[in-house]
C-alpha cells in the first residue's frame, strides 16, 4: 500500500516551475527522495504538509488530501526540517512535550513522551538544558524527537545528516534505520547524499529539475541488465580471458584480477562453466557473484546523460 | 554487562491525539507561561498597582488625621471625598500604568514572533495541525491576557475597596455603569497594546530589535503628547484673559494631545469613562484637563492600527521561503 500518492503534481513559486507533472507512488518502509540541490525534494515535502499549494495535479498523504486534509495529514506525520530550528527559551523536554500538545497530545502525557523520545534519541542526559546551548548534532537529534514524540505514520526527514560530523552522521542514520525498520514508522528521507539513502532505504525515489527521474527498489536499480557475472581471482592469469570465451562468454571488462563476463542462462548454470575455465587457465577463484553497479552509477544512469546532477558519495 | 532499568528501545505513541482545534489556547499558554519565568514580570505586574496603593494610602492617612483630630475641627476626609471623582481615580491608574503596560508589552511579545522568526520555529508550529491563524491567534492571547490581568486585578481590587468602604459616599452613585465602563476600557488598552507589539515582533528576526522599535514608537509620539500638554497648560493658565487665537488653537492642541500610543489609551479611557480627569489624589489644582475626545474616531483609529499590525504579521508568518 502507498503512503502518499502524487499525480501530476505541478508547483511554482512565482514564474519558477519546482515540480513539474510529478507523478509517484509512495510504499511503505524507508523510502529515500534522492537528487541534487534544487531538485524539488523539499518543495514535495512541503506539498505534502500543505505549506504550498500546487499549481496542479493532486497529492494524497496516508488517504487525506494535502488540500482539504492539511491539518490532519499533519497529525499523523512528524517532520524534521533540513535547517536548525528550536522554540527559544525552551530546554529540550518543554520543547518536545510542546511539539506533542501542538499535535494533540494531552499535556501530562505529552511531557511522559518527551521524556521516552529523547531518551531514544540520545539526549537523555541533555534534556533539561536549552535547545539553544546544543551542538549541532544535538540539534539534529531534537528535530528528529520532536517529529517522533506523537507518534507519527509518516516521518519526513528533509537532509537528516545535514551539518554532522562522521561519527554524528553514523548515529543519525542508525537512529533513523531503527526506527524505519520494525517500529510501524513509515519514513521518506529525502537527501543528495547517496550513502545515506543506501544504507537507510530500501526504496528510492530519484528527482531532478522538478522532475521524476526513476524509482524502485535500490537492488532492483543496482542490477544490470543481462545478469553479469564478476568474477575475482586469486592472482593474475593472463589465459583466462581466452578460455571464458571459449565456454561462451562475452567479456565485458578485465581489470588485473576483477573481470565481468556475460553469457546466457542462470548463475547456478554458468558458475561450472567459470570453474571449467579457470581450470582450463590454471586461475584460482576467489570470489564469483551477480555483477552490480554502484548506486551512483545507477543514478547517473537514471538521471540520463545531462551531467547536470551532482551525487555525493 | 549491565543493562539499562529503562527500555530506552522506540515504542509508538498508541495514545489519545485531540482533534486538531483550539491549538492556539496551547501557545497561548506556553507564552504566558515563558513570560511568566521572567521575574521583571512580576515586578511590572506588581507595580501597575502603584497608583492606587497611592490613592489607598492617602485615605488611610486622611482617615488618620479625621480620627484624631479636635473637636469641632473640619474633617479632612469629608472635603477629600467631596473633592474626588471616584471614576478618575481609575483614569488615573489606567494612565499612571501606561509605561509600564508597555514594559509588559515588551516583556510579553516583543520577542514572541521575531524570536520564532530567528529560531525557524515557524517550521515547528505549523509542521504540526497549527494553522497560521491559530498561531498568530495563540500569540495574541498571550500577550493580551497577562497585560488584561496586569491592568485588570489592580483596578477591580481597589473597586472593591471603593464598594465595600466608599458606597455611602457616592462610589456608586456617581456612575452606576462604572464597573461595565471599567469591562470594556481595560480589554481595549490591553488589545491595542498586543495588536501593536506582536505586528512589530513579526517585522524583525530579533525581539530586541522589534522591542526597541516599539519603544521608540511609543516614546517619541509621547514627547509630542507631553508638549502638546505643556502648550494646553500655557494656553489655559496663562495670566489675564484668553486670547482668541488660543481658543482656536486649544481644539488642535487637544486632537493633538491624543496622537500617540499613550494618548490613544488614554483618550479611548476618558471617552469611555466620561471624564476628562481631575487632579491626582484629589489633591487641589487649578489645572483644566485636556477634554475627553470623541470615542467613535478614537475607537476607529485604534481598531485600525491593531487591523494593520495584525495584517503585517499574517502577511510575515510563513512556513516556506518563496524563491524565484
Not at chain 1, 507533472?21 to 514535495?44: C, S
Not at chain 1, 520494525?182 to 530519484?206: A, F, M, T
Not at chain 1, 561450472?272 to 587457465?281: D, F, G, L, N, Q
Request: charged content about 20%; overall charge positive.
Amino acid at each position: 500500500m502507498a503512503v502518499a500518492q502524487i499525480r501530476n503534481l505541478t508547483v511554482r513559486y512565482g514564474s519558477f516551475t519546482a515540480l513539474r507533472d510529478f507523478t509517484v507512488d509512495i510504499p511503505e518502509g524507508a523510502v529515500g527522495l534522492l537528487g541534487p540541490n534544487g531538485a524539488g525534494k523539499t518543495t514535495l515535502l512541503k506539498t505534502m504538509l500543505g505549506f504550498v499549494k500546487p499549481a496542479g495535479g493532486s497529492a494524497s498523504v496516508l488517504g487525506l488530501d494535502v488540500e482539504r486534509d492539511e491539518r490532519r495529514i499533519r497529525q499523523v506525520i512528524g517532520l524534521m526540517p533540513e535547517q536548525d530550528c528550536h522554540i527559544p527559551g525552551m530546554s529540550a523536554v518543554q520543547f518536545v512535550a510542546y511539539a506533542g500538545e501542538l499535535a494533540g497530545m494531552p499535556s501530562a502525557q505529552a511531557l511522559r513522551r518527551a521524556h521516552e523520545v529523547l531518551e531514544y534519541c540520545g539526549l537523555g542526559e541533555a534534556r533539561y538544558r536549552n535547545v539553544e546551548t546544543y551542538s549541532t548534532g544535538m540539534k539534529q537529534r531534537i528535530k528528529l524527537a520532536q517529529a517522533l514524540v506523537h507518534g507519527p505514520k509518516l516521518l519526513l526527514l528533509d537532509e537528516p545528516t545535514n551539518g554532522l560530523d562522521p561519527a554524528g552522521r553514523e548515529d543519525m542514520l542508525e537512529l533513523v534505520r531503527s526506527v524505519s525498520h520494525g517500529k510501524g514508522v513509515n519514513v521518506l528521507i529525502s537527501s543528495h547524499l547517496l550513502p545515506d539513502i543506501e544504507r537507510v532505504c530500501d526504496y528510492v525515489i530519484v528527482v531532478t529539475t522538478g522532475q521524476l527521474r526513476a524509482t524502485g527498489r535500490i537492488e532492483d536499480l543496482k542490477k544490470l541488465e543481462g545478469q553479469p557475472l564478476d568474477i575475482e581471482l586469486r592472482e593474475e592469469c593472463p589465459g583466462f580471458g581466452d578460455r571464458l570465451i571459449e565456454n561462451g562468454f562475452r567479456v565485458i571488462s578485465a581489470k588485473a584480477l576483477h573481470w565481468r563476463v556475460q553469457a546466457p542462462g542462470t548463475p547456478e548454470e554458468l558458475l561450472p562453466r567459470v570453474m571449467k575455465a579457470a581450470s582450463a587457465a590454471g586461475a584460482q577463484i576467489r570470489g564469483f557473484g551477480l555483477a552490480e553497479r554502484s548506486l551512483e552509477e545507477a543514478f547517473l544512469a537514471a538521471v540520463g546523460p545531462q551531467g547536470g546532477p551532482q551525487f555525493h558519495v | 554487562m549491565s543493562s539499562p532499568i529503562a527500555d530506552l528501545s522506540y515504542r509508538h505513541y498508541e495514545g489519545v491525539l485531540e482533534p486538531p482545534r483550539h491549538r492556539w489556547w496551547a501557545i497561548a499558554k506556553t507564552t504566558m507561561r515563558q513570560a511568566f519565568r521572567k521575574k521583571v514580570m512580576w515586578v511590572v505586574s506588581a507595580s501597575s498597582a502603584w497608583y492606587y496603593l497611592g490613592m489607598v494610602f492617602v485615605m488611610f492617612v486622611l482617615d488618620q488625621i479625621a480620627a484624631n483630630r479636635a473637636p469641632n475641627a473640619p474633617d479632612p476626609m469629608e472635603a477629600f471625598l467631596l473633592r474626588i471623582v471616584w471614576k478618575d481615580q481609575f483614569l488615573h491608574g489606567f494612565g499612571f500604568g501606561q509605561i509600564l503596560f508597555l514594559l509588559g508589552a515588551l516583556i510579553l511579545g516583543a520577542g514572541t514572533i521575531a524570536n520564532d522568526t530567528r529560531a525557524n520555529a515557524l517550521l515547528v508550529y505549523l509542521s504540526k495541525p497549527v494553522t497560521k491563524r491559530d498561531y498568530l491567534m495563540g500569540k495574541w492571547f498571550g500577550v493580551f491576557l497577562p497585560l488584561l490581568a496586569i491592568m485588570l486585578i489592580p483596578s477591580l481590587a481597589f473597586f472593591l475597596f471603593g464598594l465595600m468602604s466608599y458606597r455611602e459616599k457616592g462610589f456608586v452613585s456617581q456612575d452606576p455603569l462604572l464597573f461595565l465602563k471599567l469591562l470594556l476600557m481595560f480589554p481595549l488598552g490591553a488589545a491595542f497594546h498586543a495588536s501593536l507589539v506582536i505586528g512589530f515582533s513579526s517585522m524583525f528576526n530579533q525581539g530586541r530589535l522589534a522591542g526597541a522599535t516599539y519603544a521608540a514608537l511609543y516614546f517619541v509620539t509621547n514627547f509630542f503628547t507631553q508638549a502638546m500638554v505643556v502648550v494646553h497648560v500655557n494656553l489655559t493658565m496663562g495670566r489675564g484673559e484668553t486670547s482668541e487665537a488660543a481658543k482656536a488653537a486649544l481644539p488642535i492642541v487637544h486632537s493633538l494631545y491624543y496622537a500617540s500610543v499613550d494618548g490613544l489609551n488614554i483618550g479611548m479611557a476618558k471617552a469611555i469613562l466620561g471624564t476628562a480627569g481631575s487632579p491626582y489624589f484629589g489633591i487641589p489644582s487649578r489645572m483644566q484637563m485636556v477634554p475627553a475626545p470623541p470615542l467613535l474616531p478614537v475607537l476607529a483609529i485604534m481598531v485600525g492600527l491593531s487591523a494593520l499590525m495584525l495584517f503585517i504579521a499574517w502577511r510575515r508568518i510563513r512556513a516556506v521561503e518563496v524563491v524565484g
